[in-house]
């Protein structure tokens, strides 16, 4: 049975086992409160029919959406799992809803590996805050789209006043994610009982998905051969990163079991994808709100070596198909902040794999140095794509520019003009180098002075 289909089998289960009780079901009408922000709530509710809005009142009065909820989903999340029972929004109905509810009272029915409610439900809240996260990424692309239309008609003069507010909504629904990204975190860590089990998890949980496409296979390869497993099984723990100790310990077992491994290494790493992406979304709106403004915190010893690692981390996915080739030299720490950092090289080189994406049948390279002299640290992030016309070199670092090579678009918008900005507030400059052949674009960051660790 595939993952979708085990989660699917197990939400049947859960439903059939603790919901199915008619004398626990509620009609909500239209516009009625069924949790209150501050309130106590001791159940979880599943909703059966309709659709719910969940919002968080700030102590200045203003009302934040935090999540849309509808059929098949569970509300009441954090309040029920949690020992104060306390609620952290208030969720109203938008249409007419049925649900049905447990409440903390309720008896668990073990299976073999799960013996507490928050080990059976826990796969599937955290597959409904991925969802939770899935919409929140589409409210804020929108309300990125809004703002850049907004700046398409002010100068750079006003932008910083312009996104504050955009920055300060995106703000408030990753700072929810972010806290019940490891609120969930703690509490399925804290429920594990077995020591294997808590292992795995937590090696996901720490070291993430460490391996690309090509190292898997490798890694696939190798352990089907050493434990005569299916390729399958073998490609599934391949991705993992567990050693021949953990391995070794499933004995005979490892085939009919790899599966289970595999799920409890992805459950972590998945939360590891979850806290490494809402706090870079936090590092991306402070630079947002931070065009017009210089208050962003800035601490000794800074490895930008290491902010072009957790850039290229944050993008695996999409360099999936890119030949990365790094050459990283040692270079001198700086006082600096990390986020400003990562941002920098995540929209470069996102750039970089916008340019080469739409060439069929090409092998795409994408070059990322660093090296330094007496007076400076050097990258270099280099794609293989169609270049950038000449003409457009000159207008790549303002707001919302956009290039079209034969048809197609290349985004190169507000990202660029940020970048501008944080190397322009390091004193350092930005470079283009664009032919037919492919983009180069040079950072040079002072190592002198305000930048040099002391």
Same mark, same amino acid.
């Given at each position: 049975?595939?993952?979708?289909?085990?989660?699917?089998?197990?939400?049947?289960?859960?439903?059939?086992?603790?919901?199915?009780?008619?004398?626990?079901?509620?009609?909500?009408?239209?516009?009625?409160?069924?949790?209150?922000?501050?309130?106590?709530?001791?159940?979880?509710?599943?909703?059966?029919?309709?659709?719910?809005?969940?919002?968080?009142?700030?102590?200045?009065?203003?009302?934040?959406?935090?999540?849309?909820?509808?059929?098949?989903?569970?509300?009441? /999340?954090?309040?029920?799992?949690?020992?104060?029972?306390?609620?952290?929004?208030?969720?109203?109905?938008?249409?007419?809803?049925? /649900?049905?509810?447990?409440?903390?009272?309720?008896?668990?029915?073990?299976?073999?590996?799960?013996?507490?409610?928050?080990?059976?439900?826990?796969?599937?809240?955290?597959?409904?805050?991925?969802?939770?996260?899935?919409?929140?990424? #589409?409210?804020?692309?929108?309300?990125?789209?809004?703002?850049?239309?907004?700046?398409?008609?002010?100068?750079?003069?006003?932008?910083?006043?312009?996104?504050?507010?955009?920055?300060?909504?995106?703000?408030?629904?990753?700072?929810?994610?972010?806290?019940?990204?490891?609120?969930?975190?703690?509490?399925?860590?804290?429920?594990?009982?077995?020591?294997?089990?808590?292992?795995?998890?937590?090696?996901?949980?720490?070291?993430?998905?460490?391996?690309?496409?090509?190292?898997?296979?490798?890694?696939?390869?190798?352990?089907?051969?050493?434990?005569?497993?299916?390729? #399958?099984?073998?490609?599934?723990?391949?991705?993992?990163?567990?050693?021949?100790?953990?391995?070794?310990?499933?004995?005979?077992?490892?085939?009919?079991?790899?599966?289970?491994?595999?799920?409890?290494?992805?459950?972590?790493?998945?939360?590891?994808?979850?806290?490494?992406?809402?706090?870079?979304?936090?590092?991306? /709106?402070?630079?947002?709100?931070?065009?017009?403004?210089?208050?962003?915190?800035?601490?000794?010893?800074?490895?930008?070596?290491?902010?072009?690692?957790?850039?290229?981390?944050?993008?695996?996915?999409?360099?999936?198909?890119?030949? /990365?080739?790094?050459?990283?030299?040692?270079?001198?720490?700086?006082?600096?902040?990390?986020?400003?950092?990562?941002?920098?090289?995540?929209?470069?080189?996102?750039?970089?794999?916008?340019?080469?994406?739409?060439?069929?049948?090409?092998?795409?390279?994408?070059?990322?140095?660093?090296?330094?002299?007496?007076?400076?640290?050097?990258?270099?992030?280099?794609?293989?794509?169609?270049?950038?016309?000449?003409?457009?070199?000159?207008?790549?670092?303002?707001?919302?520019?956009?290039?079209?090579?034969?048809?197609?678009?290349?985004?190169?918008?507000?990202?660029?003009?940020?970048?501008?900005?944080?190397?322009?507030?390091?004193?350092?400059?930005?470079?283009?180098?664009?032919?037919?052949?492919?983009?180069?674009?040079?950072?040079?960051?002072?190592?002198?002075?305000?930048?040099?660790?002391?």
């Amino acid at each position: 049975m595939t993952e979708t289909g085990q989660q699917k089998s197990h939400f049947e289960w859960l439903v059939k086992t603790y919901f199915s009780d008619p004398s626990r079901r509620l009609s909500v009408k239209k516009d009625e409160i069924i949790i209150r922000q501050g309130h106590y709530n001791n159940r979880l509710y599943l909703i059966l029919e309709g659709e719910f809005q969940g919002y968080i009142q700030t102590e200045t009065g203003i009302q934040k959406d935090s999540l849309r909820a509808g059929a098949n989903n569970f509300i009441g /999340v954090q309040s029920f799992f949690s020992k104060t029972f306390i609620s952290m929004a208030t969720m109203k109905a938008l249409t007419d809803c049925e /649900v049905a509810y447990i409440d903390r009272n309720q008896a668990v029915v073990p299976t073999d590996f799960m013996t507490s409610l928050e080990q059976q439900f826990m796969p599937i809240v955290v597959e409904d805050l991925m969802r939770r996260s899935n919409k929140m990424t #589409e409210l804020n692309q929108e309300r990125g789209q809004a703002l850049t239309k907004l700046i398409e008609t002010e100068k750079m003069a006003s932008l910083g006043q312009l996104a504050a507010g955009i920055a300060h909504e995106l703000n408030n629904a990753i700072a929810v994610l972010a806290r019940n990204t490891h609120w969930l975190m703690e509490r399925y860590n804290a429920a594990i009982k077995n020591k294997m089990t808590h292992t795995i998890f937590n090696i996901g949980l720490m070291q993430g998905r460490i391996y690309s496409s090509r190292e898997v296979r490798e890694r696939g390869k190798m352990i089907a051969e050493k434990y005569s497993l299916s390729k #399958e099984k073998a490609i599934l723990l391949g991705q993992t990163g567990l050693d021949d100790e953990i391995l070794k310990s499933y004995k005979n077992r490892l085939e009919e079991k790899a599966e289970e491994i595999y799920n409890l290494w992805e459950l972590g790493a998945t939360f590891n994808d979850m806290l490494i992406a809402s706090e870079q979304s936090t590092h991306v /709106v402070n630079s947002i709100r931070a065009l017009g403004a210089k208050h962003t915190a800035r601490i000794p010893g800074l490895d930008i070596n290491e902010s072009i690692n957790n850039a290229l981390a944050l993008l695996r996915s999409k360099l999936s198909s890119v030949h /990365v080739q790094l050459k990283l030299r040692k270079v001198p720490a700086i006082i600096g902040n990390m986020g400003e950092f990562v941002q920098i090289w995540v929209n470069l080189i996102n750039n970089a794999c916008e340019a080469m994406c739409h060439l069929v049948n090409h092998n795409h390279k994408l070059n990322i140095s660093s090296s330094a002299t007496s007076a400076n640290i050097i990258v270099k992030v280099k794609d293989n794509g169609l270049g950038i016309p000449q003409k457009s070199i000159d207008a790549i670092f303002q707001p919302n520019f956009t290039t079209k090579i034969h048809g197609m678009s290349f985004g190169l918008g507000l990202g660029l003009s940020i970048v501008k900005r944080i190397v322009n507030e390091y004193k350092g400059t930005i470079d283009v180098e664009s032919a037919r052949t492919g983009t180069t674009f040079i950072v040079k960051i002072p190592v002198g002075g305000e930048n040099e660790e002391t």
